[in-house]
């Protein structure tokens, strides 16, 4: 089973980054797909999820209207696109991929927003 994010580095304030999180080893489309984030000194959160089907997603409110998530069941990958990046997204972004009772996480790609 593997988990692995790409994607991440640095940005400028109110750029745009497109994050993928590609899996293997497991039925990606049984699975429903979230992205968390950890920054430094806090506790990791959530900041998004799709279902299985793709179909249905949720958003953070801090996310909501800059972030959209997708998927491509095809080809086992999410893509969640971020929008109107602030200094307060730098964290480590992490996928999930979770299908009770198995749960499944990647190793984290960074995202850094700075001039």
């Known amino acids: 089973v593997q988990l692995v994010e790409s994607g991440g580095g640095l940005v400028q304030p109110g750029g745009s980054l497109r994050l993928s999180c590609t899996a293997s080893g497991f039925t990606f489309s049984s699975y429903a797909m979230s992205w968390y984030r950890q920054a430094p000194g806090k506790e990791r959160e959530l900041v998004a999820a799709?279902?299985?089907?793709?179909?249905?997603?949720n958003y953070a409110d801090s996310m909501k209207g800059r972030f959209t998530i997708t998927r491509d069941n095809a080809k086992n990958t999410v893509y969640p696109r971020m929008n109107t990046l602030q200094p307060e997204d730098t964290a480590v972004y992490y996928c999930?991929?979770?299908?009770?009772?198995?749960?499944?996480w990647g190793q984290g790609t960074q995202v850094t927003v700075s001039t």
């Open positions: 799709i279902n299985s089907a793709g179909g249905s997603t």
């Open positions: 999930d991929a979770i299908a009770s009772p198995y749960d499944y």
